[in-house]
């Protein structure tokens, strides 16, 4: 049983390594730059392969770092700014991000870091769309960090994506994990942000 679930391990584990070599890091460029693909298992057969090794499916609910980073309901000042069309909302200067249908808050507040304002790495301001999205083990092509669940909404490489609270960004969105992960799962293409 344990040479098995070893045998099996190794096999994953080389699985991951050689797909994510195969189709290099991406970073903040769109994959369709990329020389070569590799295809996302279906949902059925990351379930498979979960429960032969003993992993249990991950849960569709935030993490607690997430829950632990949710503030209250931004003021009707700063919920105005965001306009209902808008699927996720990016408050600059309270440092606040959301989703939202119709409106109504789904998901949030919570905390974010932006790129420093008044430098070439300031997010930008503006209404945008969601391009493309990254997985988990994303890294930046330009400053060779992870971005982790990373979707990309403006020009130059902008996302929402896993990083540090309390440190600048290069001008992306810096959410906790948890949150990067339900942005990830939550954005689809075409989703309109509002950074204000």
Not at 19 to 42: D, L
Not at 51 to 72: E, F, H, L, Y
Request: aromatic share 8%; with cysteine; proline share 9%.
């Amino acid at each position: 049983m344990v040479t098995r679930d070893y045998r099996l391990t190794a096999v994953l584990a080389f699985m991951i390594v050689a797909g994510t070599t195969a189709a290099g890091w991406q970073g903040g460029h769109h994959p369709g730059n990329a020389v070569s693909h590799v295809t996302q298992p279906t949902l059925a057969e990351q379930a498979n392969v979960r429960a032969a090794i003993g992993v249990p499916s991950p849960d569709s609910r935030p993490t607690p770092d997430a829950a632990a980073t949710r503030i209250s309901t931004p003021s009707s000042r700063t919920r105005g700014s965001c306009p209902a069309a808008a699927t996720a909302c990016v408050d600059l200067n309270d440092h606040l991000t959301w989703l939202q249908s119709d409106g109504h808050i789904t998901y949030g507040p919570v905390s974010m870091e932006p790129g420093p304002p008044g430098t070439r790495q300031a997010t930008p301001r503006g209404i945008f769309h969601v391009q493309w999205k990254a997985g988990a083990n994303a890294i930046s092509t330009e400053y060779h960090v992870p971005i982790p669940y990373a979707v990309f909404f403006a020009p130059g490489g902008v996302a929402f994506h896993g990083g540090s609270l309390s440190t600048p960004s290069h001008g992306c969105v810096h959410l906790d994990t948890g949150s990067a992960r339900y942005y990830h799962d939550h954005l689809s293409a075409g989703a309109e942000v509002v950074v204000f």
